[in-house]
């Protein structure tokens, strides 16, 4: 069983994610809250194994929060709930430890399976949040892509893809190949570079 967090201050998504959670047989909501303070404590009383976090809170916002809650147990897992037009506060929640980001108009299916890819140890990104972190980064600062030597050629397709946003289905249609094996791909990608997750991977493949 998967015991998420809900942090937001807006009742009414907490209740949709409620909700949505709970028709699920492997996912339990063991808490809620509207604030970073409280998200704090409740996450050192409750043990959850997922915190889906807001970052706009009045008082403690999310970043903090994230920051603090990881500081506490670092093997916790924070996966953001961004709206599109959130990015001054992407980087700092990733700097924070943020495990992935979803953005909260995208589709139930999608926002259950980065719960469960962010408890068993993965990093759920939505494609348009990914763009734009990587578009952010390209921008702020130009770079040379660094080479990485033991790489198959499939390797490479797959990570210069990753560089352009794309997701793991996006990629899988692009080479004709399947998801399964994208994801196998991206593994061994983040293995063979030090990268903790899909940003810090496609970030990588830009030279940034």
Not at 85 to 108: E, I, R, S
Request: net charge neutral; charged share 25%; with cysteine.
């Amino acid at each position: 069983m998967i015991r998420v967090l809900l942090v937001d201050d807006q009742h009414l998504i907490r209740a949709g994610l409620r909700m949505l959670c709970e028709a699920q047989p492997d996912i339990e909501v063991v808490g809620e809250a509207d604030n970073g303070r409280d998200a704090i404590a409740l996450a050192a009383r409750l043990v959850p194994d997922v915190v889906v976090m807001d970052l706009r809170m009045p008082g403690v916002d999310g970043i903090s929060a994230t920051s603090r809650i990881l500081a506490d147990r670092p093997g916790a897992r924070v996966l953001v709930l961004t709206t599109f037009g959130d990015d001054d506060h992407l980087y700092p929640a990733l700097t924070a430890g943020a495990c992935g980001f979803l953005l909260k108009d995208a589709p139930p299916t999608e926002l259950l399976d980065g719960v469960r890819r962010a408890a068993t140890g993965d990093s759920p990104f939505s494609s348009a949040v990914l763009r734009r972190l990587v578009q952010r980064a390209v921008h702020a600062r130009a770079g040379t892509p660094t080479p990485v030597t033991g790489l198959t050629a499939r390797e490479q397709q797959v990570l210069d893809l990753v560089a352009d946003g794309l997701s793991n289905g996006e990629i899988a249609e692009r080479l004709h190949i399947g998801v399964t094996t994208v994801k196998s791909h991206i593994t061994s990608l983040m293995t063979k570079t030090s990268s903790p997750n899909r940003v810090r991977l496609a970030l990588f493949a830009r030279g940034l």
